[in-house]
């Protein structure tokens, strides 16, 4: 779903909570060492997000959450800040030929860059598929 999270709104905050989990604590973060990525730069995107982008002339660039049940792609554009919540079950992501990471939730998607040189970025994806893996049944029985 993606939502304008701009204002302190409860009932916001609750549907986010309620898709991906709430916030890691601190110790949590300081364990997993960080659970934000590094500015993303964005290289295409689904029609709803894409209209969302050209608001202004300003760089395209994002940044991701992890949660303990999904992530958080947020950008910011003109004075709003959006949020686009994808829970791990229906997460998918694919490493491009040309550099380029696609995360997909049903019909919305963000394409980022990621030149071969910046480990950091590759080293937060590998710790979201690392984190979808976990959260993935492994068995008939899990289902």
Request: proline share 3%.
């Amino acid at each position: 779903m993606l939502l304008n999270i701009s204002h302190n709104d409860k009932e916001i905050k609750r549907k986010i909570d309620e898709a991906v989990g709430a916030p890691f604590s601190l110790l949590e973060r300081i364990k997993s060492k960080g659970v934000g990525s590094p500015k993303l730069n964005i290289s295409a995107a689904s029609s709803t997000i894409y209209n969302l982008l050209q608001l202004d002339q300003s760089r395209n660039t994002c940044n991701i959450e992890l949660r303990p049940k999904g992530i958080i792609i947020g950008f910011q554009k003109r004075l709003e800040v959006y949020a686009l919540i994808i829970p791990y079950y229906k997460l998918n992501v694919y490493k491009g030929e040309a550099e380029i990471y696609s995360f997909y939730k049903d019909h919305y998607f963000i394409k980022i860059e990621a030149k071969a040189n910046n480990t950091a970025i590759h080293k937060f994806i590998s710790k979201i598929l690392t984190e979808k893996e976990k959260q993935s049944p492994t068995r008939l029985e899990d289902l």
